[in-house]
């Protein structure tokens, strides 16, 4: 299913001028706060009509300014989930998931198995409960369930966890890569956080002041260094769990000619997963260390260098068949004699990485 933006907009003293296509699996509208992302996906749903510009769906004008034509918000079937879970508190959570079911009317038969979403979300035994006995995170699992009820052609999802602790984040997101995973939805997810992206997202949209800085798979954009990922920049590596170890309690992640030794969490044998390494937490040197407690120290060759102006430096190493990226500062590479070509080992510390 392809999505085509092209809208452009004006409110008082802020511009968006977006043009961007989305191919089906997750992509993720990303970038700081204000920087129009929300505002996408509400004209998207039919909440916001642009000034200007078109929208399609697999072929379905959904907006066009030129000719006229504004499908109204119902009939263009988008799941719609919001930062928070918007729940009917007088409802219980079986009520609440039957109403997006309800919702779906005559396109009820492209609706989900009931059943199968509250397994996939972990809610079955919530059926009964009213959403103010309900976790944050067990309430948005529920409101995921009732769009997902509703028959979408497609799931847009406004930072549905920027509204949770951290412990709430790490309870749902291995549902959120379920989703992905298992259903074959297209999603559009708006996020600022860089560790969500790495972890569900296929492909990226970057915004910066209302405008697409960046598109491109998940990789390569959260490799650049740009002002939409700033400190949190780095490289997101995909691989396979090939070795784990309980009574260290860590797991060997084989990835393309090398390999990582992260924390084992849950993590099982053969199970495909993505590494996602801030750029800041790499050191590099330049022959290869000896006595240190880090365990993962990776051969590579320099590709590029980087100077960003504000004394730091960005680095991009091929590891095997992989690309990291380091960030250091300018006097440090001014130091080692840094130069392209250049053979570096580095020095990753494991509990710095994210597993994805």
Not at 64 to 83: C, E, K, L, M, T
Not at 304 to 325: F, N, P
Request: aromatic share 4%; proline share 4%; with cysteine.
């Amino acid at each position: 299913m392809t999505l085509t933006v092209e809208i452009r907009h004006r409110q008082g003293d802020f511009t968006l001028d977006v043009v961007f296509q989305s191919e089906g699996g997750v992509t993720a509208l990303f970038g700081r706060s204000g920087s129009g992302k929300t505002s996408v996906l509400r004209m998207l749903g039919g909440l916001t009509r642009p000034n200007e510009g078109r929208l399609v769906l697999d072929g379905e004008v959904l907006f066009d300014s030129a000719r006229g034509v504004s499908i109204p918000p119902h009939r263009r079937r988008f799941g719609y989930v919001f930062q928070e879970p918007r729940l009917f508190p007088h409802l219980t959570v079986r009520q609440n998931l039957f109403y997006g079911h309800w919702f779906a009317g005559r396109a009820r038969t492209g609706a989900k198995e009931p059943s199968r979403i509250l397994d996939m979300l972990g809610i079955a035994h919530l059926a009964e409960r009213r959403p103010g006995n309900l976790s944050g995170g067990e309430q948005q699992r529920v409101s995921i369930g009732r769009a997902l009820l509703s028959a979408p052609r497609m799931l847009l999802m406004d930072e549905p966890l920027s509204a949770l602790d951290e412990a709430r984040k790490a309870e749902i997101l291995p549902y959120l890569e379920r989703l992905r995973d298992e259903l074959d939805l297209p999603i559009l997810y708006v996020s600022h956080s860089v560790s969500e992206v790495a972890r569900l997202a296929d492909r990226v949209v970057v915004l910066a002041d209302g405008r697409v800085e960046a598109t491109g798979n998940a990789s390569k954009i959260l490799g650049a260094v740009s002002p939409a990922t700033g400190r949190e920049a780095g490289s997101v590596l995909s691989g396979r769990v090939t070795a784990v170890d309980a009574a260290s309690g860590l797991a060997t992640i084989g990835l393309s000619g090398t390999q990582l030794v992260v924390p084992k969490g849950a993590l099982e044998m053969g199970r495909a997963l993505r590494v996602h390494i801030p750029a800041r937490e790499v050191l590099l040197a330049t022959v290869r260390p000896q006595g240190i407690s880090a365990l993962n120290v990776l051969e590579g060759t320099i590709q590029s260098i980087s100077l960003t102006g504000d004394g730091a430096a960005d680095i991009q190493l091929a590891c095997g068949g992989e690309y990291v990226q380091a960030r250091l500062t300018a006097l440090s590479v001014q130091r080692l004699h840094m130069v392209v070509g250049m053979p570096v080992h580095a020095i990753i510390k494991t509990v710095a990485l994210g597993v994805r």
